[in-house]
């Protein structure tokens, strides 16, 4: 996990990062309190104090010691998963107080501890504490609270007990049942939901850092979209983008905006199609173990994706039988147009939602379901009961399957 945060890049300009409790309509008149979250404006160059964090009656501002003793003292045993930013543990809070609670018993947690002393770390712990503290949707991950005591800074968030989507994708082993077709297109719909809500003209924020390890499964596997550390408020006025120094994950990225630092929400809709495209063919947007001209996924795959009569070479072997040619053709056509190369073919949010509930209400994926293709059903003919068991007892002790590690993907910089 460690290459999630250290492979960040720079941090960019102070001025262009961080939210104040001041909400401004497309006009840049003072609508504070109707709006679903603050507008960006700039933080001060060196951020440390607690009056930069937006006043929240939602989040709860928990001391160090409670976290400590929620965590068991941040115990190895309670580690999720670790990474450039620090380390997340298991913890248990009261469901009513909110207070540390002894180990099984109360509310399950995930407590995500800074451990950089860096200015972009602290940045981007703010970030993720105002965005997530002022918005709220049921495809948004929940933050209950924060500490920021000393030089501690950590996060408290709602435990997700299916863990990431990456996880779920691209984990290998006999004993592990590949996530179905139909779940994939259950939590395309689910962050496809959350990314609209963040795009909606009353929040208008472009989420920058869209992939499958920042898409996290509860028990039903809804998925929430979560890490807010580089989120932008988009632009307001006449202005057609914003202007940022380019931030990201290797191979999610739109051209456009690697070409320019030219920010829009069409960024957002390309990094989606290289995430469905990833949940339709089961590989990574970039994998350098793979043969000469399959390192990028993207590029591999665009020819298949043009042509009906290839779409099957690019589908994961896995799903064989489990989904029809029309719905396959369908999302495939989806996964293409957010990938155009120019913003202006791209789907907005709302219109990739509408083509994912359709793909959901396809009679012949459904006659599948019933012929025997069930979302949870391998299509195995040994193992499929002892998978099931081992995703759910996985799901429940927060293990491996709660917080894995993400994509060692390099990134890229532009000065």
Same mark, same amino acid.
């Given at each position: 996990m460690g290459a999630c945060w250290s492979a960040r890049i720079k941090a960019e300009s102070p001025?262009?990062?961080?939210?104040?409790?001041?909400?401004?309509?497309?006009?840049?008149?003072?609508?504070?309190?109707?709006?679903?979250?603050?507008?960006?404006?700039?933080?001060?160059?060196?951020?440390?104090? /607690?009056?930069?964090?937006?006043?929240?009656?939602?989040?709860?501002?928990?001391?160090?010691?409670?976290?400590?003793?929620?965590?068991?003292?941040?115990?190895?045993?309670? %580690?999720? $998963? *670790? $990474?450039?930013?620090?380390?997340?543990?298991?913890?248990?809070?009261? *469901?009513?107080?909110?207070?540390?609670?002894?180990?099984?018993? $109360?509310?399950?947690?995930?407590?995500?501890?800074?451990?950089?002393?860096?200015?972009?770390?602290?940045? #981007?712990?703010? /970030?993720?504490?105002?965005y997530l503290g002022q918005l709220y949707h049921p495809n948004l991950v929940k933050l209950i609270g924060y500490c920021l005591e000393d030089e501690h800074r950590l996060l408290v968030y709602e435990f997700m007990p299916r863990g990431s989507l990456e996880n779920h994708l691209f984990r290998r082993g006999s004993y592990f049942q590949p996530l179905s077709w139909n779940?994939?297109?259950?939590?395309?719909?689910?962050?496809?939901?959350?990314?609209?809500?963040?795009?909606?003209?009353?929040?208008?924020?472009?989420? =920058?850092?869209?992939?499958? !390890?920042?898409?996290?499964?509860?028990?039903?596997?809804?998925?929430?979209?979560?890490?807010?550390?580089?989120?932008?408020?988009g632009p307001t006025g006449d202005k057609s983008h914003v202007s940022t120094r380019v931030m990201g994950t290797y191979g999610y990225a739109a051209p456009e905006y690697l070409a320019t630092g030219h920010l829009t929400a069409k960024s957002d809709v390309y !990094?989606?199609?290289? %995430?469905?495209? #990833?949940?339709?063919?089961? =590989?990574?947007? %970039?994998?350098?173990? =793979?043969?000469?001209? *399959?390192?990028?996924?993207?590029?591999? /795959?665009?020819?298949?994706?043009?042509?009906?009569?290839?779409?099957f070479r690019v589908l994961d072997s896995r799903l064989e039988g489990q989904y029809s040619m029309g719905g396959a053709q369908k999302?495939?056509?989806?996964?293409?147009?957010?990938?155009?190369?120019?913003? =202006?073919?791209?789907?907005?949010?709302? #219109? %990739?939602?509408?083509?994912l509930e359709q793909l959901q209400d396809l009679k012949d994926v459904e006659r599948n379901t019933q012929n025997g293709n069930h979302p949870n059903r391998a299509n195995h003919s040994t193992g499929g009961t002892r998978s099931r068991r081992r995703n759910a007892d996985e799901g429940q002790n927060g293990k491996a399957a709660s917080y894995p590690r993400p994509s060692a993907s390099p990134l890229y910089s532009r000065d």
């Amino acid at each position: 996990m460690g290459a999630c945060w250290s492979a960040r890049i720079k941090a960019e300009s102070p001025f262009h990062t961080g939210v104040n409790s001041k909400c401004v309509s497309k006009d840049g008149n003072d609508v504070s309190g109707s709006s679903s979250r603050a507008s960006a404006t700039s933080v001060p160059l060196t951020p440390r104090g /607690a009056g930069e964090i937006i006043p929240s009656s939602n989040l709860k501002s928990f001391s160090f010691s409670e976290l400590k003793m929620a965590t068991r003292n941040f115990r190895p045993d309670s %580690v999720l $998963g *670790e $990474g450039g930013f620090g380390s997340v543990f298991k913890g248990w809070i009261d *469901e009513n107080a909110l207070t540390a609670a002894k180990p099984g018993t $109360g509310m399950i947690i995930a407590v995500k501890r800074l451990n950089q002393e860096g200015y972009q770390g602290h940045r #981007e712990w703010l /970030a993720e504490v105002n965005y997530l503290g002022q918005l709220y949707h049921p495809n948004l991950v929940k933050l209950i609270g924060y500490c920021l005591e000393d030089e501690h800074r950590l996060l408290v968030y709602e435990f997700m007990p299916r863990g990431s989507l990456e996880n779920h994708l691209f984990r290998r082993g006999s004993y592990f049942q590949p996530l179905s077709w139909n779940l994939r297109m259950k939590v395309a719909l689910g962050a496809a939901k959350g990314l609209a809500f963040l795009h909606s003209a009353e929040t208008k924020v472009i989420y =920058r850092d869209f992939k499958t !390890s920042n898409i996290l499964l509860d028990s039903n596997y809804n998925a929430k979209l979560s890490d807010f550390g580089l989120a932008k408020d988009g632009p307001t006025g006449d202005k057609s983008h914003v202007s940022t120094r380019v931030m990201g994950t290797y191979g999610y990225a739109a051209p456009e905006y690697l070409a320019t630092g030219h920010l829009t929400a069409k960024s957002d809709v390309y !990094s989606f199609g290289v %995430v469905l495209l #990833e949940m339709l063919s089961g =590989r990574r947007a %970039v994998d350098k173990n =793979r043969p000469s001209g *399959e390192h990028n996924l993207v590029e591999w /795959a665009k020819p298949y994706l043009t042509n009906k009569r290839k779409i099957f070479r690019v589908l994961d072997s896995r799903l064989e039988g489990q989904y029809s040619m029309g719905g396959a053709q369908k999302a495939a056509n989806l996964a293409l147009q957010c990938l155009s190369t120019e913003a =202006r073919f791209r789907p907005n949010m709302d #219109e %990739v939602v509408t083509t994912l509930e359709q793909l959901q209400d396809l009679k012949d994926v459904e006659r599948n379901t019933q012929n025997g293709n069930h979302p949870n059903r391998a299509n195995h003919s040994t193992g499929g009961t002892r998978s099931r068991r081992r995703n759910a007892d996985e799901g429940q002790n927060g293990k491996a399957a709660s917080y894995p590690r993400p994509s060692a993907s390099p990134l890229y910089s532009r000065d």
